[in-house]
């Protein structure tokens, strides 16, 4: 079965005074069975704002998701790359007091399966 390695990283980096780009990686060991795989592999990801010790409370809000993507693995460890951007005003950015996280699922391209899914650590955005 596939597996993560380590925690995903993520690399935020403020491009204009209005948006930042991100880049999330993550590295994924597979089987040499897995490599065979015909319907290969799915992932995907959501950018999160972390509420955690918020005064208020509340769950996290999503602040994107990227849909799955298809793929098949070429080699039995790999490192994937999401990269995007977003405009500060789609991130509701409370004078840099925000603070995300990224959420990467993958799985098996077969339907009904769970993915497996890991957390980067909470980064703050200041604009």
């Not at 993550?26 to 010790?53: C, H, K, M, V």
């Not at 990227?66 to 991130?91: C, G, K, N, Y």
């Not at 840099?96 to 959420?103: L, W």
Request: charged share 20%; hydrophobic share 40%; proline share 6%.
């Amino acid at each position: 079965m596939a597996n993560f390695v380590g925690i995903p990283d993520m690399n935020i980096t403020l491009i204009t005074p209005r948006t930042f780009a991100f880049r999330i990686s993550y590295t994924i060991r597979y089987t040499p069975l897995e490599l065979t795989f015909a319907q290969g592999f799915l992932e995907s990801l959501a950018l999160q704002e972390s509420d955690d010790g918020e005064v208020f409370g509340g769950t996290d809000d999503t602040y994107g998701i990227v849909q799955p993507v298809a793929f098949r693995p070429a080699s039995l460890r790999e490192t994937r790359t999401f990269s995007f951007t977003r405009d500060i005003d789609s991130l509701g950015t409370e004078s840099g007091a925000e603070e995300v996280y990224a959420v990467v699922a993958h799985r098996r391209n077969i339907p009904g399966l769970l993915f497996d899914t890991r957390r980067t650590l909470i980064f703050p955005l200041a604009a």
